[in-house]
């Protein structure tokens, strides 16, 4: 369950499908664990983990389809499943895979592949149009010579998909410091004010001999061509490992990053050696500058290893719910200050310890869509989903309907909320 544990290449546990039908009459129904994906019983290796998911609204859509893409270990070669959901992720159906071929200019046949991650973009980037469904994920060769992070697009909702662009590359596998890997892509879209617009790779960076590891990431205008390296979270310290990016934009048009930070000794190290940390920052380009807070709840449970955020609008005191889950608990973790680091509390769930475990905001802002990659401690692995209910009402300003969260022109839920600001 750490960042740099190459967890992709070890056999993880299986879920076990509990849980109900949906509930009645709303857009977004209540279900635990309904199984995506279980790997076939005649699989060598059964092991599936590191599940991310998008909910296609960012060109005017009103039908509700989610996308989700996990590593697993198929015979043969390595590809990435890309699954649809069209109930809001109590059913699952695989509709494509994306499979690294000549255009890379490697060879993957043998290869592995691990921690995918999609975005789907509100406005034209370069000649790909709204609606584009991009796709970022690292792999390493059939030599085992590097670690590569590419981009694919899709231009029909996740049916096919095409290559687009080369972002980056490092050492081979190998999470010793000293090593120079690349790990863990995320994606994310521009500040609205941002002209041009402009699409985010940040990723985990050990080819800096001044860390051991650090977070940092790339931009482009267009997909083709990436910019320079820019730091989000490079530590004074070179033995600590941050690992694990995500990044979301709060209603107050502030964004906040989660990750974890390997070998850190302000979470009871003995017990959370890869304690989750967070920064807040009005620009994404300038997280490296902002306060490193860690991320404790008021019962004393520090989050630790593979953390994920999303904000809604839906919160009791009028400012919507950062909520956060980590491959540590099974709880997961609520603030409704903002971030602030005094105001984190658990919330109890039924989905198990995972890695790792995505949150989607659905249509009803109340309802977050956990996918879960692969549970602990079991022989095998599948990825499931299910529901986590956020109490409160809207914050002020939001509240656009149930039925949709949809996007017309780039006007809308751009980067999660930000245009409505």
């Given at each position: 369950m750490l960042s740099s544990i190459f967890l992709w290449l070890l056999p993880l546990a299986s879920a076990v499908p509990w849980g109900g039908p949906p509930g009645q009459g709303s857009s977004s129904p209540s279900f635990d664990n309904v199984t995506v994906f279980s790997p076939p019983a005649d699989w060598p290796r059964r092991s599936t983990s590191y599940a991310r998911v998008v909910l296609l609204n960012q060109n005017c859509e009103t039908d509700n389809v989610l996308l989700t893409t996990f590593t697993l270990s198929p015979p043969g070669a390595p590809y990435y499943p890309i699954f649809a959901s069209h109930d809001l992720g109590y059913s699952w159906e695989k509709i494509?895979?994306?499979?690294?071929?000549?255009?890379?200019?490697?060879?993957?046949?043998?290869?592995?592949?691990?921690?995918?991650?999609?975005?789907?973009?509100?406005?034209?980037?370069?000649?790909?149009?709204?609606?584009?469904?991009?796709?970022?994920g690292m792999a390493t060769p059939t030599d085992r010579s590097s670690t590569d992070i590419y981009v694919y697009a899709s231009l029909d909702k996740g049916y096919t998909w095409e290559f687009v662009s080369h972002v980056t590359s490092g050492g081979p596998a190998n999470t010793t410091n000293g090593a120079t890997p690349i790990w863990e892509p995320f994606l994310l879209m521009s500040p609205v004010s941002h002209e041009p617009p402009w699409v985010m790779n940040a990723y985990s960076d050990s080819r800096d001999p001044a860390h051991g590891q650090k977070l940092a990431h790339q931009s482009s205008p267009d997909l083709m061509n990436w910019g320079g390296i820019i730091d989000d979270a490079a530590e004074a310290n070179y033995t600590l490992r941050p690992g694990m990016t995500?990044?979301?934009?709060?209603?107050?048009?502030?964004?906040?990053?989660?990750?974890?930070?390997?070998?850190?000794?302000d979470g009871l190290p003995d017990v959370n050696p890869y304690a989750t940390h967070y920064r807040i920052s009005t620009d994404p380009e300038t997280f490296d500058s902002a306060d490193e807070l860690l991320l404790k709840s008021s019962d004393g449970l520090i989050s630790s290893s593979g953390p994920y955020v999303v904000w809604t609008p839906i919160g009791p005191t009028g400012k919507g719910t950062v909520v956060v889950s980590d491959s540590h608990f099974a709880q997961v973790f609520f603030n409704t200050e903002y971030g602030d680091p005094n105001a984190w509390f658990t919330i109890p769930t039924t989905h198990g310890v995972g890695y790792t475990r995505s949150l989607t905001v659905l249509p009803d802002e109340s309802k977050i869509l956990l996918v879960n990659g692969g549970m602990y401690n079991q022989s095998d692995t599948s990825v499931t989903a299910g529901i986590i209910d956020v109490p409160g009402t809207y914050a002020p300003g939001f509240g656009y309907g149930k039925d949709s969260i949809s996007s017309c022109d780039g006007k809308g839920f751009w980067n999660n909320w930000g245009s409505k600001l």
């Open positions: 494509s895979q994306i499979d690294f071929g000549p255009e890379t200019g490697k060879d993957y046949s043998g290869g592995r592949f691990a921690q995918p991650t999609l975005l789907e973009l509100p406005v034209d980037i370069g000649e790909y149009p709204a609606g584009t469904v991009l796709f970022s995500t990044m979301a934009r709060m209603g107050n048009g502030q964004y906040i990053f989660t990750y974890e930070l390997g070998l850190s000794t």
